[in-house]
């Protein structure tokens, strides 16, 4: 009986045991679960609480409508309109050709669509919507949304659109916008500026669009909407709108603009003209041009490798980027440069037999014969290259070189515009740096003679020409060049101007820029240029100029007789009224021959319609019938002929 009481008792006592750590346990983990509850719902409220919001509320950006581009006069240049786009997001469509080919059963798909797409698709992320289709008719959207259950990963998307109403007309000097690519991304990461273009699609690319994206792009705005659980959309709780970007007004005379894009009469070239008491840019032409509207859909393949392939490279900004060598506009800035050392060859009379020797070499004059004798005075309005030969050799290459780069050439000029070309201003230095081989580093003296007429390794940009021209003018008072005037906020409408301020004032005497003037006043009156401006109802400046494309090596030049790409490049640089100038002008017609053959006749009609408002009746006859007898009825008063 004892030993049953006491397995009773053993018995309890483990049950007791076994209960109290049971109810240990159960205390415990209730222990652990308060202090989660309390971890969770207390200390770390604030963070699940936001997560919480998060899932149920979604920030939507809202894209900012980009400013409006516009002339001088009000023209309006660029501006934006909403339409509706057909869109695919390639990682949520099963097989995108069959989803393709149905969806052109409901709406039209061509094959530049079709290219365009696959491009779009090559330069972005599947899961980024791209657009099939832009700019759908009400019916297209009706048609696609009463079907649209059978097409998942499409949608229709109301979107802001860029139009170019001018098409080719400036459209190197406005740009374009296009797609957002990954070298976009990087840059505006690497600015800070990424967030504000959530929800934005394109950004500018060239031109004006690209250097003030800053300015044209605006705010992007903000909606917190509340979704279900199926991701809809349900309410919108709060708006934060977009702000506008700021609208632009250019220092561009468009009616100018177009004028001389008429004058090009389909050659290649450029012009450039500025007003030198601003800087501001009131035509910049580069022929031939592109229209932007292509590229702002996506431009496709095809048309993208027709504008890459074409010989007369109508993508290339000739008038920043296309660097030419100057010929005989060089001249005048050689003399200011002769005059400021104090050459000796400037106060002399030279015997000019049409010919300079140097060297052992012969350096031919472009006037058979000569002029007999030359002094610095004439040498300007009858371009004499035998005097220029010698004051190249007497001034030396050192002081050539920290000459023109007193006048911005061998660098950007600093206009407001992407991409601009420095040139080449030829040094010992520059020499060193630009060749391999030890025999071709060194400078020879002789290379220094063909820098003094423009030629050798002498390449500057029409703006540059425009630029120097225009400080001349101004009398040695710098401005950078600068196409944009003023910016507008819409929202406030206040209205910021681009202040014109001089950059610099150059050391030279005044005596000696008039002296050049003067010399440049003949070219207009009894010089090269002198056919040309006949009867001009103003004062003007200029110089012709005819830079080579290739070495004739002593013969005589034949523009019949020689393929046209390569005949001379016709430069002129002209300014006017010379006493108060209003515009200062460079223009180049490529392979046009000689200086007053095609391009001066072009600065004529620029000047006549700017200071006059004439303008041209027949740009065809304009640009070549009148150019060719203006040429030839160039003065003959001691022997001038129209070579430069």
Known sequence: MSRVVMNHHNERNAFQVRLAVAILFVLLMFCVLTGRFVWLQVLQHERYLTLAEQNRISLVPIP???????????????????????????????????????LKGIVEITAKDRRRFKKLQEETKDFETLPIRTKLTDEEVARFAAQSYRFPGVEIKARLFR????????????GYIGRINDRDLKQLDEDGVLPNYRGTDHIGKLGIEQSYEAHLHGQTGFEQVEIDSGGRAVRTLSRTPPQTG?????????????????QFAGRRGSLVAIDPATGG??????QPGFDPNLFVDGIDPQTWTELNTSLDKPLLNRAIRGEYPPGSTFKPFMAIAALELNLPLVHQTI??????????????????????????????????D???????????????????????????????????????????????????????????SGETVSIGIGQGYNAFTPMQLAHATATIANRGVVFKPHAVYSMTDPASGKTTLV???????????????????????????????????????????????????????????????IKERLRDHSWFIAFAPVDKPKIALAVIVENGGFGAQAAAPIARKVLDYYLTGKLPSDPAVAASGVASKAASEVVEQEGVVPRD
């Open 386 to 444: 035998t005097y220029f030969y010698q004051l190249a050799v007497q001034m030396g290459i050192d002081n050539i070189a920290k000459s023109m780069a007193m006048l911005d050439f061998g660098v950007p000029t600093g206009a407001d515009l992407p991409g601009e070309r420095p040139g080449i201003l030829p040094s010992p230095e520059w020499k060193k740096k630009r060749f391999k081989k030890p025999a071709q580093q060194k400078w020879y």
């Open 246 to 262: 700021k609208d632009l007004t250019l220092a561009v005379d468009m009616k100018l603009q177009q004028m001389v894009e008429q």
């Open 64 to 102: 900012p409508s980009r400013g409006i581009i516009r002339d001088r006069n009000g023209v309006v240049l660029a501006h934006n309109f909403s339409a509706y786009t057909l869109e695919i997001t390639p990682s949520k469509v099963g097989d995108l050709e069959d989803t393709i080919t149905r």
């Open 163 to 174: 139009q170019y109403p001018m098409g080719e007309s400036a459209s190197h000097l406005i």
């Open 281 to 286: 840019i009131l035509a910049m032409v580069s």
């Open 351 to 384: 015997s000019d037999p049409g010919y300079f020797v140097y060297g052992g070499h012969r350096f031919n004059d472009s006037k058979k014969g000569g002029y007999g004798s030359m002094n610095f005075d004439r040498s300007i309005p009858y371009s004499s």
């Open 499 to 561: 202040e014109p301020k001089p950059v610099k004032t150059l050391p030279w005497k005044q005596e000696n820029i008039e002296r050049v003037i003067r010399g440049m006043e003949g070219v207009m009156t009894v010089g090269t240029g002198a056919g040309v401006f006949r009867n001009a109802p103003y004062t003007s400046a200029g110089k012709t100029g005819t830079a080579q494309v290739f070495s004739l090596k002593g013969a005589k030049y034949n523009a019949n007789a």
